[in-house]
Each structure stands twice: as structure tokens, then as C-alpha cells.
């Protein structure tokens, strides 16, 4: 039994700073403790791009900006109701080449685009959504419908929530480290101090795989699939000092 003691004490001294004062021991300890989450919202930006065409027709019409505008008027249209897309910026501006080193228009550049964030369950809305801008940008010769990149992300405030959650966790592990303590000591130890993590730390990475297509008819855009992503690591670290009296 002095023996345990003995490795108990040995152990506390290689992992903490320990002072003694009279009847009092001061002891400092770092704490680290960690969380898993998974990512589960989904974002995307979702452009609508000049071609080449576009970029090579240096007098633009009157007729032809209109047409543009019409088509770029009723995506956002389709989208003012939407609950996981926002936006609808667009414009139609000079495209200028280099030639002899000299600035040169050659033609026009178009670029319109919409931010997506959505949960599961809205997935379908969100093919909806590609299918009717695939649709409508098809009909109009400068426009081209690139299909937008998917990731599986954490929304910010959930890391928020979640470092809430690591300094509660933080500060259960140094009570019960305190409990140990006063065992070990024949002592009552108490938190003096306790400094939370301020700026946690991911461990992992976040991955997602590609999105892969699902058949639809042909007449439709085919349905996307939604992304993968794997669960994630944070830690938080904290210093705390016991008094053991």
C-alpha cells in the first residue's frame, strides 16, 4: 500500500507543479479533452457563366444584353421563395485580351451566382433548383451551366456550441481530478483556477468525396447525390491550480 502511494505521488509530481506551503500543497496541472462532431450541412455555390461565344461578340446588342438579363431575371425569379439558396448577383461586362501589349476588348463576360446552404432534407429541393437553372440557361447561346461544386461542411456556430461544450468538459475532468487528488493526499483539494481553451484545436481534416450523378430522365439534369463527410476531432486545453489543504 506505501508502495501505491508512493507511484501515485511520483506520478502527480511528473505531470503537475506542486508546491508546498506549511499545511498547503499548491498543484498546476495542464487539462486537454476533446469532442467528436460530424458535419452536417451541406454548401455550394452555383454559378452561371458566359461562353465563348459571349467573350468573342465584341458589339453586344441591345437585343442580346435583354436576353441576358431575361434569363438572369428569371432564375431569381425561381429562387426569391427559396429557403437554401440566396443571391442572385449577376453581370454583363467588357472582356479585355492582351494583344502586343496593349488592353484590348474583344468581348463581354457574363457571371451570375447564388450560395446554397442546406441540410439533408433539402436535397431534393436543391436538384430542383440545378435542374430549372440547367433548363433556362440552355435556351440563351452565351450562357453556360457549370455543375457546382458540394461540400459536407460544419456550420460555425455548431463549432461555437461545440467549444461551449469541451470548457463544460473541461471543467467536470479538473473536479474530478480534484477528487483524486484529496484521495491521494488525505487532503481536500479544490480548484483555485481554471483557465478554459480559448481557441480549440480540430485534429482532423474534413474530407468529402465528389458528388456522383443519379438517373433522372432525359429531359432533366441529372439528380446529384449528396457528398460524404467524415466525423471530426476538437480538443481544448486548460491550466488549472489546486489547493490542497
Given at each position: 500500500?506505501d508502495?501505491?502511494?508512493?507511484?501515485?505521488?511520483?506520478?502527480?509530481?511528473?505531470?503537475?507543479?506542486?508546491?508546498?506551503?506549511?499545511n498547503?500543497?499548491?498543484?498546476?496541472q495542464?487539462?486537454?479533452?476533446?469532442?467528436?462532431?460530424?458535419?452536417?450541412?451541406?454548401?455550394?455555390?452555383?454559378?452561371?457563366?458566359?461562353?465563348?461565344?459571349?467573350?468573342?461578340?465584341?458589339?453586344?446588342?441591345?437585343?442580346?444584353?435583354?436576353?441576358?438579363?431575361?434569363?438572369?431575371?428569371?432564375?431569381?425569379?425561381?429562387?426569391?421563395?427559396?429557403?437554401?439558396?440566396?443571391g442572385?448577383?449577376?453581370?454583363?461586362?467588357?472582356?479585355?485580351?492582351?494583344?502586343?501589349?496593349?488592353?484590348?476588348?474583344?468581348?463581354?463576360?457574363?457571371?451570375?451566382?447564388?450560395?446554397?446552404?442546406?441540410?439533408?432534407?433539402?436535397?431534393?429541393?436543391?436538384?430542383?433548383?440545378?435542374?430549372?437553372?440547367?433548363?433556362?440557361?440552355?435556351?440563351n447561346?452565351?450562357?453556360?451551366f457549370?455543375?457546382?461544386?458540394?461540400?459536407?461542411?460544419?456550420?460555425?456556430?455548431?463549432?461555437?456550441?461545440?467549444?461551449?461544450?469541451?470548457?463544460?468538459?473541461?471543467?467536470?475532468?479538473?473536479?474530478?481530478?480534484?477528487?483524486?487528488?484529496?484521495?491521494?493526499?488525505?487532503?481536500?483539494?479544490?480548484?483555485k483556477?481554471?483557465?478554459l481553451?480559448?481557441?480549440?484545436?480540430?485534429?482532423?481534416?474534413?474530407?468529402?468525396?465528389?458528388?456522383?450523378?443519379?438517373?433522372?430522365?432525359?429531359?432533366?439534369?441529372?439528380?446529384?447525390?449528396?457528398?460524404?463527410?467524415?466525423?471530426?476531432?476538437?480538443?481544448?486545453?486548460?491550466?488549472?491550480?489546486?489547493?490542497?489543504?
Amino acid at each position: 500500500k506505501d508502495f501505491q502511494m508512493t507511484k501515485k505521488f511520483l506520478f502527480i509530481a511528473a505531470f503537475s507543479s506542486v508546491s508546498l506551503f506549511a499545511n498547503e500543497m499548491l498543484i498546476k496541472q495542464n487539462v486537454s479533452i476533446d469532442a467528436k462532431i460530424s458535419p452536417t450541412t451541406y454548401f455550394s455555390n452555383i454559378q452561371v457563366i458566359g461562353n465563348d461565344k459571349l467573350r468573342k461578340e465584341k458589339n453586344l446588342s441591345l437585343k442580346d444584353k435583354n436576353s441576358l438579363i431575361k434569363t438572369f431575371n428569371s432564375l431569381n425569379d425561381f429562387i426569391k421563395n427559396s429557403e437554401i439558396c440566396k443571391g442572385g448577383n449577376f453581370s454583363i461586362t467588357p472582356f479585355y485580351e492582351y494583344k502586343d501589349n496593349k488592353k484590348e476588348q474583344t468581348g463581354f463576360e457574363s457571371n451570375y451566382h447564388l450560395d446554397c446552404e442546406f441540410k439533408e432534407e433539402a436535397t431534393e429541393d436543391f436538384n430542383t433548383i440545378l435542374d430549372f437553372m440547367q433548363k433556362e440557361t440552355q435556351e440563351n447561346p452565351y450562357l453556360i451551366f457549370p455543375i457546382p461544386k458540394i461540400t459536407k461542411n460544419i456550420k460555425e456556430e455548431d463549432l461555437k456550441a461545440l467549444d461551449d461544450t469541451l470548457n463544460q468538459k473541461l471543467i467536470q475532468k479538473a473536479n474530478a481530478m480534484a477528487l483524486e487528488y484529496s484521495k491521494i493526499l488525505n487532503k481536500k483539494c479544490l480548484i483555485k483556477e481554471i483557465t478554459l481553451g480559448e481557441d480549440s484545436q480540430i485534429e482532423n481534416p474534413i474530407l468529402y468525396r465528389t458528388q456522383a450523378l443519379a438517373k433522372s430522365n432525359d429531359n432533366a439534369l441529372e439528380k446529384i447525390e449528396m457528398p460524404t463527410a467524415k466525423e471530426i476531432t476538437k480538443s481544448a486545453d486548460g491550466k488549472v491550480i489546486f489547493i490542497c489543504k
